[in-house]
């Protein structure tokens, strides 16, 4: 066992969130920060019972947790968390089609993101780290559309139909396991007010992105208080009541937070986590809509903040 | 739960030997005593790591516990046992290929047949009754012959030389589970100058093969001292030494019995078994070469000797 680590299982990450929330891009940024041969990825849509022509043949929607193999979806996250192996299915999102299992072992870290990876309680009960990613909706049609159309292989206009077929979907069964999520993280564009007018390249682009956290009280937050008081630019820590009323702290990172101010967070937080300080690089890189890489502070300490928590789970902190 | 059973998870039966042992047949058979609707049958090959394709570029045999995924096949009895569903892989016979995986649930009887499944102890401390399959070499290669040239899209001559490839993989990775074995069941030509000669279509049809039992004293056989004392014509009990020198009882059942014997044989053990009585029917059919609808005393009285150890098990009769 390394050195900085005392729990004998995966520390596993869940990440939940619909269809182009940003569940693979955030998972590969903090997959590169832990270092990609530590950490093991599966993604639960592999799990989907039924191909693409199957599905449109019957009407199950593959949100529909009926058009999926639940029971070993649980079952594989629990065999995952006992250190064992797995033959996991593959939903190839190229054709649509079932193909021949892979066989997964698990890592030091697992990410377990998808569309359904908190519907049942012992599914849940695996997760060290439940996020929920919802990011405004204008933006995950955007994001949606850039990766079906660039990756999967559909038109424009299907991804369009689509959207608009499945959102009833979301609503029923995706947005329900938002509530079980330690943090909910939303990248939204910041009110246009308090921006100015942005150069026309930049539209769009992560980097104008403010990061809103909805902290619940299941896991215990890093004290941010030394960064939030005093001056509110950039980085701001509110006492909320959440969607459902209940109590919770509300991180807002801007998009145009100041480096300086960036900076005091990123060292504030790995200052809490002395063993992980081998790992600082990277942070906050993202690739924008023309491949070029781009940096992000709300993405950067977004990123970290998930990682915190991780490595604090590795360290035996979170265990019962 | 049914009210002739007491045991509250699946019984399983394992069915191990080389290929064209007759394996599946045996299964089939003994599924149709049980009912159908109430076993479930899986097959170990379908663990095969690596396609035709890849094989044949490789040269790792179907037949090496490397060529498979041994601890999922493990794991996957042991979910079974525990009366949980399993996603099956699939090794498609027919042309070769891994394709997408099953949904598999214990059913209330398992019969698990295949290659290796007795190649772990973890694996073997699943089974209520172990059962190997070692027909004459010359009968095994006849059956293997049949089957792979009509199912599996195979020359005649690519079976044979498969059949001279294998033998040395046979003897290494397949034969060395006999000894795990509670019964080894050899079908096999009787010595000619005892049975004269049979009429040429009868020729290389089961209904002349004799069948030979290797008791081991892992079970608790039945009592067959009825039978067998007094006359010796047709069904013959002895203590022998086993080919390791272990002492066992071997149970020779021959192809022309007459029917009054193996009638009584017949009686005596659903008689051991009154819980199962209303399943007495269809015993030894066997489909020949033609695909006609056969008998075979020694086939119906083995299938019922396995069949009395499954309903015992069921019974709790065999639990710890």
Not at 76 to 100: C, E, F, S
Not at 108 to 117: A, D, F, R, T
Not at 157 to 186: W, Y
């Amino acid at each position: 066992m390394p050195k900085n680590r005392k729990l004998n299982r995966p520390v596993i990450l869940g990440i939940v969130g619909d269809s182009g929330a940003g569940k693979t891009t955030l998972a590969q940024g903090i997959a590169s920060i832990l270092g990609p041969s530590r950490v093991t990825m599966i993604c639960t849509d592999d799990y989907h019972r039924y191909s693409r022509e199957e599905r449109a043949l019957s009407g199950v929607s593959a949100l529909d947790p009926k058009g999926n193999y639940m029971d070993i979806m649980e079952q594989h996250i629990q065999l995952l968390r006992a250190g064992r192996p797995i033959l996991k299915p593959v939903y190839n999102h190229t054709n649509g089609t079932l193909d021949a299992p892979e066989y997964v072992e698990p890592g030091e870290y697992m990410i377990v993101e998808g569309l359904l990876g908190y519907s049942t309680r012992a599914m849940r009960d695996c997760y060290d780290v439940k996020l929920y990613l919802e990011p405004q909706e204008e933006l995950r049609a955007a994001w949606k559309m850039q990766r079906d159309v660039s990756k999967r292989g559909y038109t424009a206009d299907e991804v369009r139909r689509q959207i608009e077929k499945r959102l009833r979907d979301g609503i029923t069964f995706i947005r329900p396991q938002r509530t079980f999520a330690d943090l909910v993280l939303s990248f939204r564009h910041p009110v246009a007010s308090s921006l100015g007018e942005p150069e026309e390249d930049d539209k769009d682009t992560a980097s104008y992105l403010n990061a809103r956290h909805t902290l619940r009280p299941t896991l215990p937050h890093p004290d941010l208080t030394p960064i939030v008081e005093g001056s509110k630019n950039g980085i701001r820590l509110e006492l909320a009541r959440d969607i459902d009323g209940k109590p919770v702290d509300v991180l807002e990172i801007e998009g145009d937070v100041d480096d300086k101010r960036a900076k005091a967070m990123e060292d504030l937080l790995w200052n809490l986590i002395p063993e992980a300080n081998h790992l600082r690089s990277n942070l906050g890189q993202y690739m924008d809509a023309s491949q070029e890489t781009r940096m992000s502070h709300p993405l950067a300490l977004s990123q970290l903040l998930i990682t915190y928590h991780l490595v604090k789970a590795a360290m035996g902190h979170y265990a019962i």
